[in-house]
Structures are given as structure tokens and as C-alpha cells.
DNA sequence: TGCTGTGAAACCCTTCACAGCC
DNA sequence: GGCTGTGAAGGGTTTCACAGCA
């Protein structure tokens, strides 16, 4: 449906938000000026790598001297459209839920807590991170009046579906699932899935090789969900 | 313990989890034959894959039929090696570390949480998900006592690289780190990182594209790379 | 017939090596 | 000299298409 010209390589959209955290911190030390090496050592990766997820972006380094950085926060921020306010809605109320409500790096990167909703009437009314919980039956009116344009799933696995049937009808596009299912979304939707089940036992695994002597460490795979 | 174990591609173990967790639901629905088509429908990936990622872990499918469930399960379960429980402390018990202490997913999983530290005193000795917090300067003795073989990381970004330095030094050589940065670590030790403030940014983008981009249409920079 | 198992092609990403500019 | 920008090479992953078997 939507005209999805695709700029940058999918890789380096996944790695600018790390860019943009790593080059906002050089900002406020001071930093003006930073080489691709340099870079490349504070991401983990290669330097060819960085300089070409920076040359995808336009020209914003010099030969012979680096990178602006100022220049860089603003083209990266201006890219992944952190420029705007985004309001959330937290759906689900359980541990993972309140910590979310309460995890100061949604405000620090833009993303307005707009609502926590929980199925459970027991929990609604009662305050987690300073947001009341609200009931999720009225989900609709609160995505409607608040403007929210964010999910964030924080259901149990067997709730998933169910949850993100309800937020799509209730006009929301952008999913943040914490959860280890596929979800079933219309096109159009957009789901990014955090799955600590199987972060652990992708480490319990690689943490099984770990007896085999090796030269040089094996680099964990990048866990790019579609 | 496996007859004989060949390496498998980084991107089929990345996906075996996933597998497991929808093999087990199917299993305990009493389903005992599942074809890639549906596996693959289940999983959000194509038929092909499911195959290539099975017939990597040894012949369990019967052609023109499918693949047996529980044998699956089995399989999988073998080699991600989640039948022994491995003991666990999480690091840092500020919100997302403890709502982790009382995730159920860990125990459910073979994850034991062994210990809940954090470097604040004033924390120290109050309880999270059933857990004592104790003292992070504690760590080598709680580590070496309790056979603790991974450590989870929940600390803000800026302790990152110290907590590390820490668990690691403690013995620990699995960590899984919910934070922005990247850690550095001798060779040897697995880092898995779950970043939601790249998550979250990542969503940012992508939902940029469904909408109307507001002032700066995508200046086709010239994706032509290489 | 239906579905698995698998060569082969297509695709994507990373890394190297070096040309180009300051 | 130093560092960016980029063709080319290399490696891995996905997808197709079909052979093989119950």
C-alpha cells in the first residue's frame, strides 16, 4: 500500500539509533569533530561500515578530518523523526508494564507516555510511574483524544494477539511488542518485537559453546526480528 | 551429548527460539504433525526457511506429511541446551530490574534467579519479586557461592561499562544487557543487548514512512551502494 | 498427491583496498 | 599525511524451483 522507497539499507536504519546515542553523548562532552576509527570502536564495528552508513546519509565529513558531529545529531535525529513527540500507550500493567511506565528513557528520547490501560479492573485506578492505570475497554477513546500513535505491548503471551487486535482497531500503527510471538498485524502496521524468552536461550546457547576453546570470540547474531 | 553436532548458521540459531516457543504451544494443543507452510505462517517467514532451518538439526519431518511436534521440541530443546538451569543475578534494581526479579518468564524457562544486586545501600535489603537486594560489592562471593553463570544487566547507561567490568571480573562470561551501549568484553564473554531506546526510535522511523513526511521530503541520497 | 529436503540463483551486508579531497 | 567516500570482493542468508519420498 504505501510507497516504500527504500533510501538507507535496512542495516544501517538499524544502527542509527545506536549513531544517534553515541554521537549525542560526544556532543555534550564537547566533541565537534569525529573519524570514522573512532566511531567504529565506540559501536563495535568496522570503520569502512561506519563510513559508509554516514556516506548513505549525505556528505557531512571532511577528508582528512572526520566527522561533524553537531551536523550528524541533526541529519540522524531529522532521519529517524525524533524531532516530533510521540505519544505511547502502555498496554498491560504487570511488572514489565509498570517498569516500562516507570523507565525514564521513553521522556528522555521523545515518546510521551500518554496512557497505561490494563484488562484487569482491579488494577485500574491504581498509579504506576506517576501515570493512573486506565481501563483498556476505553482504549479507542484514549488513542482518539490523546493523539497516541504508539503501542507498547506488555501482555502476557498468551494476551498478545488479542491486545494488538485491539490497539489496531483503536487507530494505532506503530507496536512495540515485549513479547515471544509473531503478531498478525494489517498491512500498514508496523511491529517491532523484544523477545526476552528468546534472548535467554539464545544466550543459554551461546553460553553452551563457551567450553569450546576459540581464538577469537564469536560475535552474538544480530537479532533483527521481521 | 548430540550425535553429531555440525554448526548451524548463525540466523537459524538466532530463529530456534522462536521455534521452540511456538512448537511447545502446539504440543500442548495436542498437535502432533506441523507442515512448514504453517510453521512458517506462525513464525511471520517463509516455508523455504522453516525447512532449511529444520533440516539443518537433523531429519524430522516425513515427506508428503510433516514434521513430528514433540520430536521437534526435543531437538530443539537439546540444542539450544535449555534442560540444564542455570543460575542468574540481575544487576540493578531500579524499575526495569525489578520488574525482571518477577518476571516469570526466567523460572519458566530454566533461569533461576540466584541473586538481585544493586550498588546503592539504600536498596539493600529490601525485597524485589521475592528476592533480597543485596550488595553489588558482594558480587564475586555471590557469583562463585551460587554458581551464577549469567548475569543480566539492568542499570542506567552510564554504569554500563562498570557493571560489566564487574560481573565479568566476578566470572561471570554471559551477559545480557539492557542498555544503549555497546560493551566492551574480553574475548570470551557473550553479550546479547535488548536496546529499547533503539527499539523505540527504530518504531520512530518506520512510522515516519507511513506518514505524510512533514517538511523535508527524502532527499534521495543515491542508495546505489556497491 | 502432498510435503520435505536441497542445489542454485538472487540478494544483502560486510570488509577490503584504494582513489579523491582537505 | 590523514581521513572520507566508494568500487569490488567475499561471505552469509533468503528465496525459488524441483527432485525425492511416503
Known amino acids: 500500500m504505501s510507497p516504500r522507497e527504500r533510501v538507507l539499507p535496512a542495516a544501517t536504519v538499524a544502527r542509527l539509533p545506536r549513531y544517534l546515542e553515541i554521537l549525542t553523548a560526544l556532543a555534550e562532552d ?30 557531512h565529513g571532511t577528508r582528512g578530518v572526520g566527522y561533524d558531529v553537531p551536523a550528524l545529531v541533526a541529519r540522524i535525529s531529522d532521519v529517524l523523526g525524533v524531532a516530533d513527540e510521540r505519544a505511547v500507550v502502555i498496554v498491560g500493567a504487570g511488572n514489565l508494564g509498570s517498569a516500562l511506565a516507570s523507565y525514564d528513557g521513553f521522556p528522555r528520547r521523545g515518546f510521551v507516555i500518554a496512557a497505561v490501560v490494563d484488562a484487569d479492573p482491579a488494577k485500574v485506578g491504581r498509579e504506576v510511574g506517576g501515570h493512573r492505570i486506565e481501563d483498556a475497554r476505553g482504549l479507542a477513546t484514549l488513542v482518539a483524544a490523546r493523539g497516541i500513535s504508539v503501542a507498547v505491548l506488555a501482555v502476557p503471551a498468551s494476551r498478545a494477539d488479542e491486545a494488538a487486535r485491539a490497539v489496531v482497531d483503536a487507530g494505532v500503527r506503530l507496536l512495540l511488542n515485549f513479547g515471544p510471538a509473531h503478531l498478525d498485524v494489517p498491512a500498514g502496521v508496523v511491529v517491532r518485537s523484544v523477545d526476552l524468552s528468546s534472548e535467554l536461550r539464545l544466550l543459554s546457547f551461546l553460553g553452551g559453546r563457551l567450553d569450546v576453546p576459540s581464538d577469537d570470540a564469536p560475535d552474538a547474531p544480530d537479532a533483527a526480528a521481521g
Chains 1, 2 share one sequence.
Open 30 to 59: 564537547g566533541h565537534a569533530i569525529i573519524a570514522s576509527d573512532e566511531l567504529a570502536r565506540r559501536l563495535g564495528a568496522n570503520a569502512a561500515s561506519v563510513r559508509k552508513d554516514l556516506a548513505a546519509l549525505g556528505p
